[in-house]
T-cell receptor, first 114, second 110 residues
Framework: DTGVSQNPRHKITKRGQNVTFRCDPI?????LYWYRQTLGQGPEFLTY????????KSRLLSDRFSAERPKGSFSTLEIQRTEQGDSAMYLC????????????FGSGTRLTVV | DQQVKQNSPSLSVQEGRISILNCDYT??????FLWYKKYPAEGPTFLIS?????DKNEDGRFTVFLNKSAKHLSLHIVPSQPGDSAVYFC?????????FGTGTRLQVFP
């Protein structure tokens, strides 16, 4: 297993366009998390799944954002009508339910909205 | 409202000396803390953690200290090595999600 994989690594888009990111977790991990990191800040929680169920969403996740995890495997994060304030690094992480000593993070997708 | 704070944005330490990175938190209900290390263009990687039932946890060159009364934790790296140069994030586990500080950039010079 090569760890948590995120695609694409970089995305430049024009304001108003829709973008979709993909995360492939470690295969035996049943929890999957999305975080967002802006410049000079630490990662901020967006949402997480246990298997295919989305269990929690942050208030940071406006109605332009939607995340799915069909079949409890890979996940997608879609941002509709992107705004310049959406420019950030989007990080995905996965873990086992009982694992409290840290997730495994992917390398992230860097989004630039111009 | 920043619940986990790292007040030093950067730290520069000579190789072989001790690096001390500090972290403060505001929520006394937090009971599990983690340190992550992040290189540019990579995701954070787990370093070391500590439960609130302990005041110290050690793993090789890395030691984390927790002072619950002061709501303060620190990461000690000794001896520091150039490969330790990275951004270090403190995080608190809060009902299945991590709350991160803003990070401290550590530079270890020869």
């Amino acid at each position: 297993d090569t760890g948590v994989s995120q695609n694409p690594r970089h995305k430049i888009t024009k304001r108003g366009q829709n973008v979709t990111f993909r995360c492939d977790p470690i295969s035996e991990h049943n929890r999957l998390y999305w975080y967002r990191q802006t410049l000079g800040q630490g990662p901020e929680f967006l949402t997480y799944f246990q298997n295919e169920a989305q269990l929690e969403k942050s208030r940071l996740l406006s109605d332009r954002f939607s995340a799915e995890r069909p079949k409890g495997s890979f996940s997608t994060l879609e941002i509709q009508r992107t705004e310049q304030g959406d420019s950030a690094m989007y990080l995905c992480a996965s873990s086992l339910t009982s694992e409290a000593n840290g997730y495994t993070f992917g390398s992230g997708t860097r989004l630039t909205v111009v | 409202d920043q619940q986990v704070k790292q007040n030093s944005p950067s730290l520069s330490v000579q190789e072989g000396r001790i690096s001390i990175l500090n972290c403060d938190y505001t929520n006394s209900m937090f009971d599990y803390f983690l340190w992550y290390k992040k290189y540019p263009a990579e995701g954070p990687t787990f370093l070391i953690s500590i439960s609130s039932i302990k005041d110290k946890n050690e793993d090789g060159r890395f030691t984390v200290f927790l002072n619950k009364s002061a709501k303060h934790l620190s990461l000690h790296i000794v001896p520091s090595q150039p490969g330790d140069s990275a951004v270090y994030f403190c995080a608190a586990l809060n009902t299945d999600k991590l709350i991160f500080g803003t990070g401290t950039r550590l530079q270890v010079f020869p």
